[in-house]
């Protein structure tokens, strides 16, 4: 696997390495051993998947608060989605920056995003699939979120019209 930095202070892109032959690939899409030598948490307390039937749903921007803070790795297995992260550290040098990444089932990009961290998408493509790897257990009274719109960071969406959930439109601005 190929860690490669973000803008975004202990964020990164993951690119798989294939090893290719007549019959298709192989390739290594998590290993501790890796994860821990670029200082990443490894843990894995649950997977999910996010099945969205329409292009241009946004679901976002998602975190959870301490003691519940998790790490994300993100991948997109079906389809494609512009993936979003917001440093919401404080104390880090990259505070209320956010990057963006295209995340498709044929690019095969990952992406770590760490805890404390908020983390949303848009989908590019309708019957888009999204795999979630996470370090901490779903805590509902922990799930927090910020406005996918919030002056405060000023993300630049894919251009359109969007499908959000009134929760995600509901969020208040970041202070």
């Keep these: 696997m ?12 993951i690119e798989s390495e294939p090893i290719a032959d007549e019959r298709g690939f192989f390739a290594r899409t998590f290993c501790v051993n890796e994860f821990e030598a670029h ?17 241009s749903t946004l679901r976002g921007m998602h975190y ?12 997109c297995i079906r389809g494609a989605i512009y993936d979003v992260i917001v440093d919401l550290r404080p104390e880090s040098p990259t505070f209320k920056q956010w ?17 404390r961290f908020a983390h949303g ?3 590019l493509e309708d019957e888009t699939e999204v795999f979630y790897q996470m370090s901490e257990f779903f805590n509902a009274p922990a799930a927090r979120g910020v406005r996918w719109d919030d002056p405060a960071f000023q993300i630049e969406w894919p251009a359109g019209e969007r499908i959000i959930s009134a929760k995600d439109m509901s969020f208040a601005d970041f202070t």
């Design 121 to 123: 998408f848009q989908t």
């Design 39 to 55: 200082g990443l948490n490894p843990q894995i307390a649950q997977c999910n998947i996010s099945y969205n039937k329409h292009k």
């Design 2 to 13: 190929r860690f490669i930095e973000t803008k975004l202070k202990d964020a990164y892109i």
């Design 64 to 75: 959870q608060d301490a003691p519940y803070a998790e790490a994300k790795l993100v991948r």
């Design 99 to 115: 990057e963006a990444v295209e995340l498709t089932s044929v690019n095969r990009l990952m992406l770590y995003v760490p805890e």
